[in-house]
């Protein structure tokens, strides 16, 4: 349903649709006071018990993804192609995820070492067509593994995204799924406009931090990892050597507080600047990612003032900090095949492929370290973005199934975006053909996918 129909059947149906669900108006518990029903569990947590409310129906559509990082952007394209009607939800007020919002701008593993030990692109499919988009508006550097402009990066995506027909709703965030059994029948959303529910066909998770499948009630691990925040830095190109008292950056290296210039960005005299930031942090603990986030901007901030008093540097400025906090791992589901390291490291083939990520770093595999060039590219099956109880839901980008030895790999944007393209993919095949997305035809998948210019391996 588009929007416009939506407030016309919202206006025809007095402002309450039910659409079969379940749903009253909690007026006999609002003139209680809500607070007698107080309780507390072992932990000493208090409830409080929410009245039943009708809620609207926002929308209905056949696939419905939440979150538009680069899992989600490529997913959402990739149903829409397919000729499924997609929605798109996401919280924040553009896409990318954090490849933009975050600024975390270097799209790694585009490439892999093949068995014939040369390194090819492996990224194709919508992956590609990104960076060629990136390309002809000069938002891109470097042949392999680019780094972007993160506003031509959200202008490159929407721009797709619109064009592909995709219904896209910023500013709103997924909060609860309406379950039947083991189905999404929908995903209730807030926003401004107040709460309501889509309902949805086939649902993708792709909210980096599997919130759909732990509302949903499926299997996932949470897994904790060091947390940072990114910032740009202008005017690097007017950094004055000839300054007395001048320090080569590598020299400012070691001082308290470590300070850093970071590294080049397509946009002339600004350089995104990675933190490492702390170790085995729970990404989904709201009071803690508010304490990283107040943490992170005052290091950023004592640095930068730091850095603005050495001499040669009194022009730098502080460009930004990152919108979205740089989460790089949380809920990993447990889906219906765990990827592992060991297929990865072994040329590991799938009948289910739907696509192939490269390298990026060095990695350990049976105890030694393997370096980027000589790390092999790796098949991704579909199994591995399918729950392992819900029917009608898939999983894409940072937190699709795989095992902890992998994450460094599998986290990686190439690999974001080629899940998304598998997950959307695979979400029209199973409209198209009415069938659970578990029980879609793999040579079906595999026959768009490689139409979708997907390079299988
Ligand atoms: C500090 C840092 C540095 C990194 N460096 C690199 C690098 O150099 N190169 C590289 O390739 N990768 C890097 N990564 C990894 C990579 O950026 C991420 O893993 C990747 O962006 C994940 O993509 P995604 O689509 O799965 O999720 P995300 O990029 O996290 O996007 C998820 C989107 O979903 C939205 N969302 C979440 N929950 C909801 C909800 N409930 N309702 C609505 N919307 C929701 C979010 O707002 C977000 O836009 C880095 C990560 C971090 C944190």
């Given at each position: 349903?588009?929007?416009?129909?939506?407030?016309?059947?919202?206006?025809?149906?007095?402002?309450?649709?039910?659409?079969?669900?379940?749903?009253?108006?909690?007026?006999?518990?609002?003139?209680?006071?809500?607070?007698e029903s107080v309780t507390s569990d072992l932990s000493n947590t208090k409830f409080v018990t929410e009245p039943q409310r009708e809620i609207p129906v926002f929308a209905e559509t056949d696939v419905l993804v939440i979150g538009g990082g680069p899992a989600g952007t490529t997913a959402a394209i990739a149903a829409s192609r397919t000729g499924a009607d997609t929605w798109l939800i996401e919280r924040y007020n553009h896409l990318g995820g954090l490849w933009t919002g975050g600024i975390v701008l270097p799209l790694y593993s585009t490439h892999?070492?093949?068995?014939?030990?040369?390194?090819?692109?492996?990224?194709?499919?919508?992956?590609?067509?990104?960076?060629?988009?990136?390309?002809?508006?000069?938002?891109s550097i470097y042949e392999v593994d680019p780094v972007i402009d993160p506003e031509a990066g959200k202008y490159v995506m929407e721009k797709m995204v619109v064009t592909s027909?995709?219904?896209?709703?910023?500013?709103?965030?997924?909060?609860?799924?309406?379950?039947?059994?083991?189905?999404?029948?929908?995903?209730?959303?807030?926003?401004?406009?107040?709460?309501?529910?889509?309902?949805?066909?086939?649902?993708?998770?792709?909210?980096?931090?599997?919130?759909?499948?732990?509302?949903?009630g499926d299997n996932y691990i949470n897994l904790k990892g060091n947390i940072g925040l990114v910032h740009r830095l202008g005017n690097i190109d007017k950094i004055d050597s000839s300054k007395p008292g001048f320090v080569r950056f590598d020299k400012l290296l070691g001082r308290e507080g470590k300070i850093s210039i970071g590294r080049e960005t397509p946009v002339p005299g600004v350089n995104w600047n990675n933190m490492h930031g702390i170790d085995d942090q729970d990404g989904?603990?709201?009071?803690?990612?508010?304490?990283?986030?107040?943490?992170?901007?005052?290091?950023?901030?004592?640095?930068?003032?730091?850095?603005?008093?050495?001499?040669?540097?009194?022009?730098?400025?502080?460009?930004?900090?990152?919108?979205?906090?740089?989460?790089?791992?949380?809920?990993?589901?447990?889906?219906?095949?765990?990827?592992?390291?060991?297929?990865?490291?072994?040329?590991?083939?799938?009948?289910?492929?739907?696509?192939?990520?490269?390298?990026?770093?060095?990695?350990?595999?049976?105890?030694?370290?393997?370096?980027?060039?000589?790390?092999?590219?790796?098949?991704?099956?579909?199994?591995?973005?399918?729950?392992?109880?819900?029917?009608?839901?898939?999983?894409?980008?940072?937190?699709?199934?795989f095992e902890q030895e992998l994450l460094e790999d599998a986290r990686i944007i190439a690999t974001c975006l080629i899940t998304g393209q598998g997950a959307g993919v695979a979400a029209g095949l199973s409209i198209r053909d009415r069938t659970r997305p578990r029980d879609i035809d793999i040579g079906g998948l595999k026959k768009e996918l490689t139409n979708q210019d997907v390079y299988l391996g």
């Open positions: 349903m588009k929007r416009r129909d939506f407030f016309t059947n919202a206006i025809l149906a007095g402002g309450g649709i039910t659409l079969g669900i379940q749903c009253k108006r909690g007026t006999e518990s609002q003139e209680q006071n809500p607070l892999g070492l093949d068995k014939n030990n040369r390194q090819i692109q492996v990224m194709y499919g919508l992956g590609n067509e990104i960076w060629q988009e990136l390309r002809k508006v000069g938002g027909g995709v219904q896209v709703l910023y500013h709103t965030i997924a909060t609860n799924v309406l379950m039947d059994g083991n189905i999404i029948r929908g995903v209730f959303i807030e926003n401004k406009s107040g709460r309501s529910v889509i309902l949805a066909k086939v649902v993708i998770d792709c909210t980096g931090d599997g919130d759909i499948f732990h509302l949903a989904t603990d709201a009071l803690n990612l508010s304490d990283l986030q107040i943490t992170f901007r005052q290091k950023i901030w004592d640095n930068f003032q730091a850095l603005k008093k050495t001499p040669g540097y009194e022009s730098v400025f502080l460009l930004d900090t990152a919108s979205q906090l740089g989460v790089r791992v949380s809920r990993v589901l447990e889906g219906q095949y765990k990827l592992t390291l060991k297929d990865t490291m072994t040329y590991r083939r799938f009948d289910d492929v739907i696509g192939v990520s490269g390298a990026w770093t060095t990695i350990l595999f049976n105890g030694k370290r393997i370096p980027k060039q000589k790390r092999p590219l790796w098949q991704i099956p579909y199994r591995s973005l399918v729950p392992q109880k819900t029917d009608n839901l898939l999983v894409a980008g940072r937190c699709f199934c």
